[in-house]
């Protein structure tokens, strides 16, 4: 079982960056895949970036291709998500994930994912 903590959250302008973390408790941290997902009001939750257990392997969604880097460090059980160049419909309350890393191949689906973080806000303004 792994706990999830993210922070990083805040306000800021359209065009601004941001780093959000998300710390993991526990030894087996590097063998979970670990997912970025976002929930804006009135919508569904919805996936925003994932990475295998080695870090080798990335997945995005089409709307932060290009803009957003998920990575990880897993001698600090922690998973990052770079943003860059945001926009006003980024603002979301942003979910740290993770799944068992056994043939991950980049679940974009929340319901695969069995451990969440209490998530951090990110309000961007234009």
């Known amino acids: 079982q792994v706990q999830l903590v993210e922070s990083g959250g805040g306000l800021l302008q359209a065009g601004g960056s941001l780093k959000l973390s998300c710390s993991a408790s526990?030894?087996?941290?590097?063998?979970?895949?670990m997912a970025w997902f976002r929930q804006a009001p009135k919508k569904e939750r919805e996936f925003v970036a994932a990475i295998n257990w080695r870090g080798g392997s990335t997945y995005y969604a089409d709307s932060v291709k290009g803009r957003f880097t998920i990575s990880r460090d897993n001698d600090k059980n922690t998973v990052y998500l770079q943003m860059n160049s945001l926009k006003s419909e980024d603002t979301a309350i942003y979910y740290c994930?993770?799944?068992?890393?056994?043939?991950?191949?980049?679940?974009?689906?929340?319901?695969?994912?069995?451990?969440w973080g209490q998530g951090t806000q990110v309000t961007v303004s234009s």
């Open positions: 994930a993770a799944k068992d890393g056994i043939n991950f191949r980049g679940a974009t689906s929340l319901y695969e994912y069995a451990y």
């Open positions: 526990g030894r087996t941290f590097r063998t979970y895949a």
